[in-house]
């Protein structure tokens, strides 16, 4: 078990991320995962959610997993922006996504909150800044969350593939030597060797980058389309590069 393989009969695909995976503005039946899931011949498991974070994503991922019976299934994991954050809501005990948007005065990622004063976020933006978008920091959990599915999934015996959708966990290289992690023990993880190991796995289809970056490069993707959210020919070609990539890894393990 590890990485989808193509010739193997598959009945559903699971597919985890965020609208990326969802289908775009939400009103699509298209999306990668099931351009994905008509090429390896099985169905499409719907498991995305716009706006969800890397938490939610290996959440949700995990969590079908355990509750319903995965004979037979592989997974997709489309992993989005590490800055997604969760604040967790005391009064239905769950977390609820926010993002940097906060900071301009909108909170209806956080419903359940009632301010007394609407402007707490930008007044208090380098506190708020400083805890929920350092950008290492949000980097360093979803590295976390990237080796917690990819062993789950492992421990399993379910077939897989993890990609990213949006942004990369190579983004941000700061520059400390290697003789200073000893007294920084929580960078162990951030280290480039690290993080390039992560993404050059066979189980993580890095060959194209990210999702977002690679299909703004195309000609054939139109942003004033579905939101800016991937199109049908990216969706597509997605699918295509997925295809090309586990079936070489396979031929190359013969």
């Not at 010739?7 to 298209?30: A, E, H, I, N, P």
């Not at 719907?46 to 299934?73: H, K, L, R």
């Not at 909108?106 to 009632?114: E, G, L, Q, R």
Request: net charge negative.
């Amino acid at each position: 078990m590890g990485l989808i393989n193509p010739s193997k009969k598959y009945k559903s695909l699971l597919v985890c991320g965020c609208s990326f995976t969802q289908g775009g503005d939400f009103t699509k039946d298209y999306s990668w995962g099931l351009s994905l899931a008509k090429r390896l011949g099985c169905e499409k498991i719907p498991n995305g959610m716009a706006g969800a974070s890397n938490y939610t994503i290996m959440s949700q991922c995990i969590s079908y997993c355990e509750n319903n019976d995965m004979t037979d299934v592989c997974v997709g994991v489309q992993w989005s922006q590490s800055v997604r954050r969760e604040v967790w809501n005391d009064i239905d005990k769950s977390y609820n996504v926010v993002n940097s948007d906060v900071f301009k005065g909108n909170t209806n990622s956080i419903p359940w909150i009632k301010f007394e004063d609407e402007g707490i976020f930008t007044k208090n933006e380098k506190f708020f800044n400083s805890i929920w978008w350092d950008y290492q920091e949000n980097i360093m959990r979803t590295i976390h969350y990237m080796i917690l599915v990819k062993n789950y999934l492992i421990s399993k015996n379910i077939d897989f593939v993890m990609f990213e959708g949006i942004g990369s966990i190579m983004d941000y290289l700061p520059n400390f030597g290697e003789e200073n992690l000893h007294v920084r023990p929580s960078l162990q993880l951030f280290t480039p060797k690290i993080r390039k190991g992560i993404l050059n796995d066979d189980t993580f289809f890095s060959d194209c980058g990210d999702m977002y970056s690679a299909m703004h490069k195309r000609e054939d993707f139109d942003k004033n389309e579905n939101g800016g959210h991937p199109t049908l020919p990216i969706s597509e070609w997605w699918a295509d590069e997925l295809i090309k990539y586990m079936t070489k890894i396979h031929q190359l393990k013969k």
